[in-house]
């Protein structure tokens, strides 16, 4: 599996001089891991395995551009009103 590129989301909190937040703040901080797949067979692959990470404190989702958002929204609220 390659990847093109894969880096963390949010900026580093610095716990030198005592700046930035105690050990138990930033255990609470989660910075996401961002990565792009040189071929997109295994970007399915991981997707296709991300059903094994359930019960577990760990999650893959796609990242959608902003314009996306609202879009989604609807689709989430169509999905709710079909069930009901």
């Not at 610095?14 to 910075?31: F, L, V, W, Y």
């Not at 991981?46 to 989702?61: D, H, I």
């Not at 990242?63 to 169509?78: D, G, H, M, S, T």
Request: with cysteine.
């Amino acid at each position: 599996m390659r990847f093109e590129r894969v880096h963390r989301m949010g900026q580093k909190q610095n716990q030198s001089a005592g700046q930035g937040p105690t050990r138990e703040e930033n255990n609470q901080r989660h910075r996401s891991i961002v990565c792009k797949f040189c071929f997109f067979g295994d970007r399915e692959k991981v997707r296709g395995n991300s059903k094994n990470l359930k019960g577990s404190q760990f999650y893959v989702t796609e990242q959608f551009p902003q314009e996306f958002a609202p879009r989604r929204r609807l689709f989430k609220w169509v999905k709710e009103e079909k069930q009901a």
